[in-house]
Structure formats: structure tokens, C-alpha cells
């Protein structure tokens, strides 16, 4: 009977050591996840991993997740890219646009993520208060059937230049024969880049840096 008890005793703590192993692992994996998530703008991810931070519910439609999902469509959120037409770093920025912010050294551009970051809401800045009136005009209509909305206004001026979306927005539409070198259009980015929190940005003609 003692030996009974004794192997019953043995049983339990080894079941209790390996419980508390366990609980062990997952505060420490919890405490890692929690780490990667805080450095996630400024680590390259993966297709993968991308889409995962983007679906978390407090990154989805503020305004880091439209950032990030902007340089990922751009660059795969690369600062390093230098594109075929030499557009550069993570928002595939031209030299006309760093030339503007006074920016002249491209190498030191590409190494320096923050100057990348800084410029992308300058940019922001320049593109809303271009489009101010249109913001304020178009905002929560339907044109082609796209719903319109200032965070898809400012991707789509990323993409192709505020005047060219004001044109189109100007034109209820119709105006809309933009496409980049690679094939995409103002209507894509208004659809894909549609209903991010994009208040944070303020219009500006001339930010600074």
C-alpha cells in the first residue's frame, strides 16, 4: 500500500512540474509574440506574415496598418528597393519627390528608415492639402462603383500624383486613363487602400522634415 501511495505521489508532481513547464513556455512564447508585434514597422516581413499583422484588429484600419500595407504593396516593405524605373525604398519614392523634401543623398536615403517614414507623412501632408476640397467634396460617394474615402484618395495620390486624382475625382470618374509602369491604376488604389483611419495626417503645403 505504501509503495501504491508513494508512486501516486511521484505521478502528481511530475504531472505539477510538467504543468508548470508548460505554462512556462507559453508566457515566454506570449512574451516573444508581444516583442515582434512591437517591432513589426521596422522589420521586413514576409507575404505571410504581413497579411497576419495586418488582420490584427488594432492595426486594420489605423493608420500604421495603412502604412504598412502601402509599403508592402510598394516595396514588400523593403527600405532597401531600388525598383526597375529607380524609385526607392519602402514607399518607392522618385528623386523629383526626395528633391522636394531637400533630400539629395539616395544611398544615405536608403539606409535611414526613419528619414523613409518621416517622408511618407510629409507626403501625406503635401497630397491632403492638394486634395483638400476634393476630400471634403467626394468622401463617403460611389464613383465606378468604389467607394470613396480619404485614406484611398491618399494612396492613390502616392501612386499616381494628386493632380491625376483630383482630375479623376473632379471628372466624377471618367477621367481615370492613369496606370503606372507596372499596370496599376487609381481605381485599384482607391479600392485596395479604402477606409483606413487617416486623421493622424494633417494637411500641409510644406511640411517639414
Known amino acids: 500500500m505504501k509503495t501504491k501511495k508513494k508512486y501516486q505521489l511521484i505521478t502528481f508532481f511530475l504531472f505539477l512540474i510538467s504543468g508548470i513547464v508548460v505554462l512556462h513556455t507559453l508566457n515566454k512564447r506570449t512574451i516573444e509574440i508581444n516583442i515582434a508585434d512591437d ?7 514576409t507575404q505571410q506574415e504581413m497579411e497576419y499583422q495586418i488582420d490584427i484588429p488594432h492595426l486594420k484600419k489605423s493608420f500604421i496598418g495603412f502604412k504598412e500595407a502601402l509599403g508592402f504593396k510598394e516595396s514588400r516593405g523593403n527600405y532597401n528597393c531600388i525598383n526597375t524605373l529607380g524609385y526607392l525604398g519602402k514607399y518607392q519614392f522618385g528623386k523629383s519627390t526626395l528633391k522636394r523634401f531637400n533630400i539629395y543623398n ?10 523613409q517614414e518621416d517622408v511618407f507623412i510629409a507626403l501625406c501632408s503635401v497630397n491632403k492639402w492638394i486634395l483638400r476640397k476634393d476630400i471634403k467634396r467626394k468622401v463617403g460617394k460611389k464613383m465606378n462603383g468604389i467607394l470613396i474615402t480619404e485614406s484611398g484618395i491618399l494612396a492613390a495620390s502616392h501612386l499616381a500624383g494628386a493632380g491625376n486624382v483630383k482630375k ?8 481615370f486613363n492613369f496606370k503606372d509602369a507596372y499596370g496599376s491604376n487609381i481605381e485599384s488604389y482607391l479600392k485596395k487602400f479604402a477606409g483606413y483611419n487617416t486623421s493622424f495626417i494633417s494637411a500641409n503645403r510644406k511640411p517639414t522634415i
Not at 544611398?107 to 526613419?114: I, P, T, V, Y
Not at 479623376?168 to 477621367?175: K, V
Open 39 to 45: 517591432n513589426a514597422i521596422a522589420t521586413v516581413l
Open 106 to 115: 539616395t544611398k544615405g536615403f536608403l539606409k535611414d528608415s526613419e528619414l
Open 168 to 175: 479623376y475625382l473632379r471628372s466624377n470618374g471618367r477621367d
